[in-house]
């Protein structure tokens, strides 16, 4: 029984079929990534198990709960923290306050009246961010504003304000789109030494084969809202109906 | 001190003196001068400074942290205007309970506006304010005539139950007070040529503006403020950060429609009627007006606004035609008449032209209002001083 089971989901858009019985089941500390062509799925998939979109039919379990016809927030309090394709961060606010954020809705929940003592008096929560930020490299970078930072620090501030909320199950999406050669590599540095030395479940979302292959332990292949096959990488490589789906049926092996 | 970090203290000291020592700073110029015309330190527009500052204060903690643009914040104000009256009418003229009354009606209506126009944000949400405020305009002057008196308005009157009061002596008209001092009494101090006021019910809204202005600095700094802010800053983010982001904009409407209504029972504590025309959505667009004007999203700039406007309103619009003719008399007829004929527009009647020019030029130099131009300042200040210190070293 894995964190994260999704049973039979059917997705459908118009005309489209964008899911169509997607069963997938995610172990728990394990990184489990989901490749697929373009159009495949992905991103309507990992939005459906964040609250973003509601299955047609079939169930998304986390942990034993139904996550369907909860809000975002309350998934994400439940134990599931999602990164975007784009950094999305707190852009008017500095780096500090970015993280600050997460560590008070991990400790006050969704919402609090907290509307009189000043920010800096919380010392539990702001040892928390200021840790956070020593870990993650950013500390040097406190009263940035965030939307000043690149693009590579904006990512790192992102994981960064995900992990402070101790999430059991981390998702990104396309952790890596449209980053140089470098960021990509330190971006997945970052993620090996996270799962080093956290017990956390990561399930991502790429199309660089790249990326994939130097962190995934399983993957799922989606073709046409529909799962492929789900293996080791090593096995995912040489698998012809991997290649098939990717480079099309014409193609000879 | 008081809980505010340092800077935010020495904010309050300056505000807490300006206030009090307003009656000598609006009154500058000698009685009978030529410059007496732009003495602002008369009681009824002193009061107004402060209410409006309230009134915006208020406005600056929904618009300011959260970005969701009310237009019918007017509403609230009336609301707690005719909470406040009633209570005059019923109760007693004692100020305080109109006060308290007119805040918790305020805050109750706006928890209803809030629930319903928050469901949408950006331009719907401004456009569902400016519907109810519209709507309670409307209600107020024709429909809800029995409560709030139509086009004539409500004051109390000698025939008023006013069970916690005596009954007035004969010929005597009710008169808002706390607790016996009377909300109109002025005492006039006289120094040589200049005169100076010293009015209970400034000092009565001075004081509250005083608390409230340094609630909203606590709210600022609180871990609420900075939650406001981020919805600002993006919500999406918000919502996938476990964060709620409904009741925290909610809470901050309510927060502001209490301010509003606030201000609204101390107008009325300070002249004791009330008009439906102060829900019409003009005063609502007046209020954004003195916060964008003044710097939204900073701690002061909505006082500035508000009493920059207030003061463009009660002192350039009495600039009329004799008082060019004085001004200019000095100069040869045609060139008088030339000036006086090009100045006259943006006087008097058309003291909305020069408002409107100066907001246009605050919008387009001073993104952040009045707050951003005063900072520019204070840093050529600073550049010209670090100048000189890197310029005299070699002279030695």
């Known amino acids: 029984m894995g964190i994260l089971e999704v049973k039979n989901v059917n997705k459908r858009f118009g005309g489209l079929q964008a899911l169509g019985n997607v069963n997938l089941s995610i ?3 394990t990184v489990h990534a989901i490749i697929g062509p373009n159009g495949a799925g992905k991103s309507t998939l990992l939005n459906c198990l964040v609250g973003k979109l509601i299955p047609d039919t079939g169930s998304v379990m986390f942990d034993g709960q139904s996550v369907l016809g909860r809000k975002p927030y309350e998934i994400n309090q439940m134990g599931i923290s999602r990164v975007f394709q784009t950094p999305e961060i707190f852009g008017d606010l500095t780096v500090m306050e970015n993280m600050l954020i997460p560590c008070f809705a991990k400790r006050d929940g969704a919402f609090s009246l907290h509307a009189i ?16 930020l020593s870990d993650m490299k950013l500390y040097d970078k406190r009263e940035m504003h965030a939307s000043s930072m690149s693009r590579g620090d904006k990512r790192r501030l992102e994981i960064a304000m995900c992990l402070s909320q101790e999430p059991r199950l981390l998702l990104l999406d396309e952790p890596t789109a449209g980053m140089a050669r470098a960021d990509t590599n330190n971006t997945i540095d970052l993620l090996k030494q996270i799962k080093e030395e956290r017990d956390i479940t990561i399930a991502i979302i790429e199309h660089d084969m790249h990326v994939v292959f130097s962190l995934a332990e399983r993957i799922t292949v989606l073709a046409q809202g529909t799962p492929l096959v789900e293996d080791t990488p090593d096995n995912i490589k040489g698998h012809p109906k991997v290649k098939e789906a990717y480079l099309g049926e014409t193609q000879t092996v | 001190m008081l809980g505010l970090t340092k800077r935010d203290f020495g904010l309050m000291v300056v505000v807490a003196i300006l206030a009090l020592a307003a009656p000598f700073i609006l009154n500058p110029f000698p009685q009978g001068s030529a410059m007496a015309q732009f003495n602002a330190g008369y009681p009824d527009l002193m009061q107004r400074l402060v ?30 205007s005719y909470a406040a009256i009633w209570m005059m009418k019923l109760l007693t003229m004692n100020v305080i309970p109109a006060i308290i009354v007119s805040v918790l009606v305020a805050g109750l209506f706006s928890l209803v506006v809030g629930w319903i126009s928050l469901r949408r944000s950006g331009i719907y949400f401004s456009i569902l304010t400016l519907a109810f405020a519209q709507m309670s305009y409307a209600l107020a002057y024709s429909v809800l005539t029995p409560i709030t008196g139509g086009e004539t308005g409500l004051q109390p009157k000698t025939s008023d139950p006013r069970i916690l009061d005596g009954a007035l002596p004969a010929g005597q008209s009710p008169s808002a007070n706390l607790f016996g001092f009377n909300m109109s009494d002025t005492s006039v101090l006289r120094l040589g040529d200049w005169s100076f006021n010293f009015n209970t019910g400034y000092y009565l809204a001075a004081v509250i503006m005083l608390i409230v202005f340094y609630l909203s600095i606590r709210i600022f700094r609180s871990p609420f403020g900075m939650m406001l802010r981020a919805v600002k800053s993006n919500q999406q983010r918000m919502n996938y950060t476990g964060l709620n982001s409904k009741p925290y904009t909610l809470a901050a409407f309510v927060i502001s429609g209490m301010y509003a209504g606030l201000a609204g029972g101390l107008l009325v504590a300070m002249d004791t009627q009330v008009g439906a025309e102060r829900m019409f959505w003009t005063a609502s667009g007046e209020i954004v007006l003195m916060t964008i004007l003044g710097g939204a999203g900073t701690l002061i700039g909505p006082v500035l606004g508000a009493g920059f ?88």
């Open chain 1, 27 to 29: 172990a728990e500390n």
């Open chain 1, 117 to 132: 003592g000043s920010v800096a008096s919380e010392k539990d929560v702001f040892e928390k961010a200021k840790q956070m």
């Open chain 2, 309 to 396: 406007i207030k003061y463009m309103e009660n002192i350039v619009s009495k600039i009329n035609k004799t008082v060019l003719e004085q001004w200019f008399a000095f100069l040869p007829d045609g060139i008088e008449d030339l000036l006086i004929t090009l100045v006259y527009p943006f006087v008097g009647k058309g003291w909305h032209l020069t408002l409107g020019l100066l907001f246009m030029l605050v919008v387009i130099f001073l993104p952040g209002g009045l707050v951003e131009g005063g900072q520019r300042i204070g840093k050529l200040f600073r550049r010209k001083k670090t100048d000189t210190t890197t310029k005299t070293p070699p002279a030695e």
């Open chain 2, 51 to 80: 209410i409006f500052g309230i009134l915006a204060i208020g406005f600056n903690i929904l618009f300011g942290l959260t970005g969701y643009l009310s237009f019918g914040h007017a509403a609230f104000l009336g609301v707690g």
